[in-house]
């Protein structure tokens, strides 16, 4: 597979095995992605769909993600496959995207985390955790 360098090509559809192959999965997660390929009948896509998968655009958690339908693919398989495309040397353009992704991700991970969660110490309605 030729390296992506144009954010145009991200839409180009591509065999599924072909891009499984260059995104370098490790072999149980790919056999899982290949599954939930074909059970979806998508003998073809895109690299921007195949990170729809993992990291969509409205990113709400885990059980958002598409991939997480998939049998037998939990946090392990998902941890690995978000590895795996940080690693991919697919070109530019898919690095820039997945880069966005991951740190949108990174994000909303921060921000539903409670140690982060602002708080207001000379609020009534919050008070700080020292006072129990």
Known sequence: MKPIEDQPELERLWP?????DAVGFRPRVRGRVAQYLQNRGLAELSPKQLMDLFSPVNFGGYYTCPISSQAQFGWYCYDSALLSLCDANLGTACRSEW???????KVWE???CPANRAVHRH???SPPAERR
């Open 123 to 125: 609020s009534e309605e």
């Open 99 to 105: 880069e966005s992704r991951i740190y949108a991700l």
């Open 16 to 20: 599924a095995n072909e891009l499984l």
């Open 110 to 112: 921060l921000r539903r």
